[in-house]
Every structure is written in structure tokens, then in C-alpha cells.
């Protein structure tokens, strides 16, 4: 058999943004439209500051907010949508409120209208709320048996103390607890157009999606204002966290390491150190624990930015009796990296593949419509994609070395594992100090 050797990497094209059109409507309302003419589709995103409500009426408003108005119920509002190939959805992290859309572009004006009047005279109805508030207690309580739950859970409350992001679900009982009139009184302190943003994004005349906007949503006011989310605390190492979870058959392994936000100065240098570190198939925490030592199928590492602070997560479920070895060897590969900086291969792969998930990123209308989505959040636009693909583009391997120094040191982790501790607090404890709790039931 003759084997064949990978042709090298070309050259990156050249990152080619679509211009974006921007208006802020008398009412506060930002609206941003991007031509993006591949296919006869328009992406709709609503992008709406949300943090510090009560966390349960939070999430049901986000389930029943298309259940209703004041003129349709909700099969008769997807039923208008479905006229002209469209779909709404809505959703809620911890720092937004985010309706979804698709649709013909013939249909813009249509979309925008039924978006315009859920904004305005979303209702709430007893059927609905009830219906959703046992669908939402069922799947948190289903979620609640899950590990990669648990333990998520359990590193939040470690990296976040009192800040809101350290609760992320709330328990069934508060749902249980949501009625409509709660629901009605939250939209309207919470679901108003200053400091919204909506994102058009299609085959789209920018000027007129833009005139669009403002037929539909001129009539959408509110006076009342997010809490504003704190910074998130600095990161407290302490002694890892065993989670105690006995029977179980696999541990899940979290740690937390400080990260910096897309604007700071380090960000590129630090995407690429995540990298080369964990953050892709061939990064070398993943070619140690899984190609080579086999303990555990699909270990990442992944920076999460959040609008109150940044952290990066490195995640990896393995099985029980090698929980302590592959720890050892997660924390090598993060004290490896700042000692020794990857060869100009190893960081020309890690960067080629950054820049090439750009590219891909945006390369579909949904696509740019997220990641545009995503960074006006975030107070950023698209102009920030060319300008941070130069920075990555200039990133040395000292820098590499440098921001893992600064960031991926093993000594500024948050590390907690959930698993039988009867079995792996033993091994655990010869790495370090170990404190451990029982799981949250």
C-alpha cells in the first residue's frame, strides 16, 4: 500500500465581511441589517439585555412568550408565520433574552409585524403558562440527573460565589411557583427597546430591512431597565472539589482558568494558547488523554465569554479508575504549555484552524447572523472579525508561551470532579488538597 503525505496548508483567503447597515430607532431600539444574498432567506435576531431577573420567571417567560396575544393564540401566530416560510423562537442565557427567526425575505415585513406585536401585547394565557411551566419542571428535573449537569452546577457555585452566573437553572419548585400575572408584569419591566439590538440578515436590501424595522417595532416602548450584572469575582483556587457521586462508572473532570474578553489586548494570543493546548482534535492535551493513554473519548477545553467577565472551561469525562492519571496529565499539558511554546508547525496548525472556523462561521447566512448576533451583544461589530483576524494572524510562539503563563497556570484552576469519591478521592488527594460535598439532590 503507498502511503501519501498530506499536501501543506495553503495560504488563508482574505476575511471579506458584507457591509452592515446600522439605525437606532427613537425608541432605543438598535437595528443592524446585513445583505447576505446566497439563498432567498432572511435570519432574524433580537438580542435583549435580560440579567439579574428572577431566574424561574426568567425562563418561563422565554417558554411562553410566543404563546399569545391579544389578537392570536399561538397556533394562529405560527400559522401567519408558516404563510410566508418563517418560524419564531425565543430563548434565555444568563445575560439575554434572545428571539430567534427565519424566513422568506418576501415575508421581512410579515415577520417583523407578529414580532412587533409579541413584543407589544404578548399575553400569557393560563393553558400555555401551565403547560410550559410542567414541561420546563419535567426537562430541569430529567437535567438534574444528568453528570454533565451536576457538575456544571457544581463548578459555577465554585467560580462564582454570590454573582448570578454561579445559578444557572432554577429549581422545580420555583417554577412550580411562576404564574402569568408575574409574567406579564416581568415583559413589561423587562422587555423593552433600550439597549436591544435586532440583527437582519439575508438576501436583504439593507435600507429597506431597516425601514422595516422601524414600520414594525415604532410602536414598542418600555420604560423599565436590566439590573446591571456586576464584574464576575476573581477565580479562587482552593483545594479541588470531589463531588461525591457514588455508583458512579465515570467521573467528569471540570476546571476553570481566567480568561480576558475579545476586546483585551491578550485575546488572540490566548485563543490560540487554548488551542494548542486543548481546544481542537489535534490540540496536545487531546492527542495525551485520548490518542494517547485512551482514558476518555472526547476531552475539550473552550474560552466562554459572558458580558460580566470571561473564563475558559476544560472539560473531559473518564472513567473512574483512571480519574486521578488523567488529572495529572491535564494539569502537565497546562504547566507544559508555558514551559515549553509550541513549534512554528504546531502553532501554524492551531492558527490556521482559528482563522479557517472564522471563515466558517460566517460563511452561511444563519452563521454570520449568530456570530454577529454574538458580538453586538457584546458592544462589538463586524468590523472587529477582519481586525481580530490580523491579530491572531501576528501571534508569535512567545506570545503562546506568555499568555500561558499568565492564564493557563495550574495553580490559577478551579478544579472540581464528580464521580464515586470512595473511589477517587484517594487518588485525587495525592496530586493536592481534596475537599469533598455530596451531589446537590
Not at 23 to 41: C, D, F, H, Q
Not at 301 to 314: D, K, P
Not at 397 to 426: F, K, M, N, Q
Request: glycine share 8%.
Amino acid at each position: 500500500m503507498t502511503i501519501r503525505t498530506l499536501p501543506p496548508l495553503g495560504p488563508n483567503r482574505k476575511l471579506k465581511l458584507p457591509r452592515a447597515v446600522e439605525r437606532t430607532l427613537s425608541n432605543g431600539l438598535t437595528v443592524i441589517a446585513i445583505r447576505r444574498p446566497a439563498v432567498p432567506l432572511v435570519e432574524v435576531r433580537l438580542w435583549l439585555p435580560f440579567g439579574r431577573a428572577n431566574l424561574a420567571r426568567g425562563l418561563m417567560l422565554s417558554q411562553t412568550l410566543l404563546s399569545g396575544t391579544s389578537t392570536m393564540t399561538s397556533v394562529q401566530l405560527a400559522a401567519e408565520l408558516q404563510k410566508v416560510g418563517g418560524g419564531l423562537s425565543a430563548g434565555l442565557d444568563a445575560d439575554r433574552l434572545m428571539v430567534s427567526g427565519t424566513g422568506l425575505v418576501t415575508g421581512l415585513d410579515r415577520i417583523l409585524e407578529l414580532l412587533g406585536e409579541v413584543l407589544t401585547g404578548a399575553t400569557y394565557p393560563n393553558e400555555e403558562v401551565a403547560t410550559e411551566r410542567s414541561r420546563l419542571i419535567d426537562g430541569i428535573r430529567m437535567a438534574q440527573s444528568q453528570p454533565s449537569h451536576l457538575v456544571r452546577r457544581a463548578l459555577l457555585k465554585r467560580m462564582y460565589g454570590k454573582h448570578p452566573y454561579a445559578v444557572q437553572t432554577p429549581e422545580p419548585e420555583q417554577v412550580a411557583a411562576v404564574r402569568p400575572a408575574a409574567l406579564r408584569t416581568l415583559h413589561t419591566d423587562r422587555v423593552r427597546p433600550t439597549g436591544a439590538i435586532l440583527l437582519l440578515v439575508g438576501d436583504v436590501q439593507p435600507a429597506r430591512a431597516l425601514d422595516a424595522a422601524e414600520r414594525a417595532l415604532a410602536d414598542w416602548t418600555g420604560d423599565g431597565a436590566p439590573g446591571e450584572l456586576p464584574p464576575t469575582p476573581p477565580l479562587e483556587p482552593g483545594p479541588l472539589l470531589v463531588v461525591d457521586r457514588p455508583g458512579s462508572v465515570q467521573s467528569s473532570l471540570r476546571m476553570a482558568l481566567p480568561a480576558v474578553p475579545r476586546t483585551h489586548p491578550d485575546h488572540a494570543a490566548l485563543q490560540l494558547s487554548n488551542l494548542v493546548f486543548g481546544g481542537y482534535f489535534s490540540s496536545r492535551w487531546v492527542e495525551n488523554i485520548r490518542e494517547d493513554k485512551g482514558y476518555t473519548y472526547g476531552p475539550h477545553s473552550t474560552i466562554e465569554h459572558s458580558v460580566a467577565g470571561s473564563a475558559l472551561v476544560v472539560a473531559a469525562e473518564v472513567a473512574t479508575e483512571v480519574t486521578g492519571p488523567a488529572l495529572l496529565e491535564t494539569v502537565y499539558e497546562l504547566g507544559r504549555l508555558a514551559s515549553l511554546p509550541p513549534k512554528e508547525d504546531e502553532l501554524e496548525q492551531a492558527r490556521q484552524y482559528a482563522l479557517g472556523t472564522l471563515q466558517l462561521g460566517v460563511s452561511t447566512q444563519a452563521g454570520l447572523a449568530a456570530v454577529a448576533s454574538a458580538y453586538a451583544g457584546a458592544g462589538l461589530r463586524l468590523e472587529y472579525l477582519a481586525e481580530h483576524a490580523a491579530r491572531l494572524a501576528k501571534v508569535t510562539r512567545d506570545d503562546v508561551a506568555e499568555a500561558a503563563a499568565t492564564y493557563l497556570a495550574p495553580s490559577r484552576a478551579v478544579s472540581v470532579v464528580l464521580g464515586d469519591a470512595g473511589r477517587i478521592e484517594a487518588p485525587l488527594a495525592v496530586l493536592g488538597p481534596v475537599r469533598t460535598e455530596a451531589v446537590e439532590s
